[in-house]
C-alpha cells in the first residue's frame, strides 16, 4: 500500500482488541456507503465508539482508514465529545444494555486532517491520556472510493503509540473490518451511445 508505506510502524501492541463482544468491542458505522462520485461529491461521516483500554494509558491516537479512502473535514466536522457523536453512532450511540458507546470526550481532542499523502490516515497532533475502561470515539468526514480495496486490508485501524518502539508504550490497537462500498462490479456494457443502441434495435427488427 504506497499510501502507508511511509510509515514503518506495524507491530506488536499490548492489547489488540478483537471484534467479538458487542458490549465490549469498538463499533464502525459510516452514514452511507456511496461513492463521492455518485453522492455529489460529498464526503459522508465515519464514526468509530467504543475504544477503551483496559488500563491507564498515555499515548497519540493514528487512525487508518481503507487504501483508497481519504479524510476530508474542516477542524468543527471532527467530532469526539459524547452528545455530540450520538447522532453518528449506531443505536443513538447506546449499547443493547443502556450504557454510552462513547462515555467521556477523546483525549487527544481534534485530529486534523491530511493535507499530503497518505490521505487515508490522521494522526493526533497531541498524546492524551486515557482512562481505563472508558469508551471513547470520534467522527470525521471522509471520501468514500468508487472501488472496494483489494490491494491491501479493506479494514479501519486504530492504533495508540504507532510510533513507539516498546511494547508497553503501544498499548492498543483495533481492526474494524469496513462495509462493502455501494458500487457496480462485473457490469457488463452492451452498447455505449444512443447510436448503437438504435443500430442494434433495427438490425433486430429487420431480422424478425
Same mark, same amino acid.
Given at each position: 500500500? @504506497? ?41 459522508? /461521516? ?7 483500554? @483496559? ?17 476530508? /473535514? ?13 447522532? /453518528? ?15 467521556? =470526550? ?84 452492451? /452498447? ?11 438490425? =433486430?427488427?429487420?431480422?424478425?
Amino acid at each position: 500500500n @504506497p499510501r502507508q508505506a511511509q510509515r514503518a510502524s506495524y507491530g506488536l501492541y499490548h492489547q489488540q482488541t478483537a471484534v467479538l463482544d458487542p458490549l465490549n468491542s469498538p463499533v464502525l458505522r459510516l452514514s452511507s456507503r456511496l461513492p463521492a462520485a455518485s453522492s455529489s461529491g460529498n464526503p459522508i /461521516y465515519i464514526a468509530i465508539g467504543g475504544i477503551s483500554f @483496559p488500563g491507564p494509558a498515555s499515548c497519540s491516537l493514528r487512525v487508518i482508514a481503507p487504501a483508497l479512502f481519504v479524510w476530508s /473535514y474542516l477542524q468543527t466536522e471532527f467530532v469526539y465529545t459524547p452528545t455530540a457523536l450520538a447522532p /453518528y453512532l449506531p443505536g443513538a450511540g447506546k449499547l443493547a444494555d443502556g450504557s454510552s458507546l462513547v462515555e467521556e =470526550s477523546l483525549p487527544v481532542g481534534v485530529m486534523p486532517a491530511p493535507l499530503v499523502e497518505p490521505l487515508n490516515e490522521i494522526v493526533s497532533a497531541q498524546g492524551g491520556n486515557f482512562k481505563a475502561n472508558v469508551r471513547y470515539g470520534f467522527a470525521a468526514r471522509a471520501r468514500v472510493p468508487s472501488i472496494p480495496t483489494t490491494g491491501s486490508t479493506d479494514s479501519f485501524l486504530v492504533l495508540c503509540g504507532s510510533s513507539e518502539s516498546r511494547l508497553n508504550n503501544r498499548p492498543l490497537a483495533v481492526r474494524l473490518e469496513a462495509p462493502v462500498v455501494a458500487a457496480l462490479t462485473d457490469a457488463r456494457v452492451t /452498447y455505449t451511445t444512443i447510436l448503437q443502441m438504435l443500430l442494434i434495435r433495427s438490425l =433486430s427488427e429487420s431480422e424478425l
